[in-house]
């Protein structure tokens, strides 16, 4: 029909990022694996967190969509040169998106994980912007 445009339907694009965080949620660090263990037995109500979650060009550790937290684990590697400067960037950019980023280390996790588990509960509990600072 003269200058009008079909609505047609495309298929959908296939995200690129769905392989890699496979890869990522297969290749758990001991303990991401341990704080995975905790966050499925969290009591709090409308909390559900996903593992390696894209959020972005980027691969949350942890996320819950919903209540708009994150939690990443990090190990040795995460203190020092552009690694620390990355995860500056990083933690930056998921700010803007509105989430709040909670940041351990590998070795809080695998030795106080019930301190851990309760600066999360505080987390998801408090008002948005009042997060606890590990």
């Not at 905790?38 to 559900?48: A, S």
């Not at 980027?58 to 995860?87: N, P, S, T």
């Amino acid at each position: 029909m003269g200058g009008m445009v079909r609505n047609e339907r495309r298929p959908p694009t296939k995200d690129t990022r769905v392989p890699r965080a496979r890869h990522l949620r297969r290749a758990m660090t001991d303990a991401e694996r341990k704080q995975w263990w905790h966050l499925r037995e969290l009591p709090v109500d409308r909390t559900h967190f996903r593992r390696q979650a894209t959020i972005g060009p980027y691969f949350a550790d942890f996320a819950c969509h919903r209540c708009k937290l994150v939690i990443e684990i990090d190990g040795g590697q995460h203190a020092i040169g552009e690694r620390a400067a990355a995860d500056v960037s990083r933690t930056t950019f998921l700010e803007t998106r509105g989430y709040r980023v909670l940041r351990f280390w590998n070795n809080d996790v695998l030795q106080n994980v019930d301190g851990v588990m309760q600066q999360i509960y505080d987390a998801l509990n408090s008002p948005m912007g009042e997060a606890p600072h590990p």
